[in-house]
C-alpha cells in the first residue's frame, strides 16, 4: 500500500495523538484561532503542545484551555502567556452544534491537528469526541495488532 503525499498546503505544527486513542472521536470541525503576533511567530517555529488541552463553552463562545506556546525568544517584553486562554473563532451554527452534543450526548471537545492552511492562517482541528472505556481501548490496541500483523503476513507471502 504506497503512502498517501502529504498535503504541501497543511503545515501541521502540533498533533494529539492521544485524542484518537482515549475518545471516539464523532465530528470534526475547523477552527481559527484569535491569536497574538508573538503567538504566530512562536507557532511559525514549529514549537506548540495541544496534547493536554481542551476546549470549553463559556458565554455562548467556545475557548481553548490549556494549549500551550511557549514564548517567543525575540519578542522580549511583548511577549504573550504560554498556557492563557484562547477563543475559537467559529460560526453560531458550529458552536450550537458543539454545545448540543456537549449537553444531550455528553461529549467533549478535543482539539486533534493545530496547523497553518494554505494561505498561512494558523487553524485547530476540534472534534466532538466520547471518552473511551478501558474495553474500548483494549478493542482498539487488539484492532491495531491485528491490522499490523495482516500487513506483515502479506509483505512476506508476496
Known amino acids: 500500500m504506497a503512502k498517501k503525499p502529504k498535503d504541501p498546503a497543511r503545515k501541521v505544527i502540533a498533533d494529539n495523538r492521544k485524542a484518537r486513542y482515549n475518545y471516539s472521536i ?6 481559527g484561532l484569535m491569536l497574538v503576533g508573538t503567538e504566530v511567530k512562536a507557532l511559525r517555529e514549529g514549537k506548540a503542545n495541544i496534547a493536554e488541552s481542551y476546549a470549553s463553552d463559556e458565554d455562548g ?3 481553548l484551555i490549556n494549549a500551550n506556546i511557549p514564548i517567543y525568544l525575540q519578542a522580549n517584553r511583548f511577549n504573550h502567556e504560554p498556557r492563557r486562554r484562547r477563543k475559537l473563532l467559529l460560526k453560531e451554527r458550529e458552536i450550537t452544534r458543539l454545545r448540543n452534543g456537549m449537553a444531550r450526548e455528553g461529549m467533549t471537545i478535543v482539539p486533534l491537528k493545530l496547523y497553518f492552511n494554505d494561505r498561512g492562517i494558523a487553524k485547530l482541528e476540534i472534534a466532538l469526541a466520547k471518552g473511551k472505556k478501558v474495553h474500548d481501548k483494549r478493542e482498539t490496541e487488539k484492532n491495531r495488532d491485528w491490522q499490523r500483523d495482516k500487513a506483515r503476513i502479506m509483505r512476506e507471502q508476496g
Open 26 to 31: 464523532e465530528d470534526t470541525i475547523e477552527a
Open 61 to 63: 463562545e467556545i475557548w
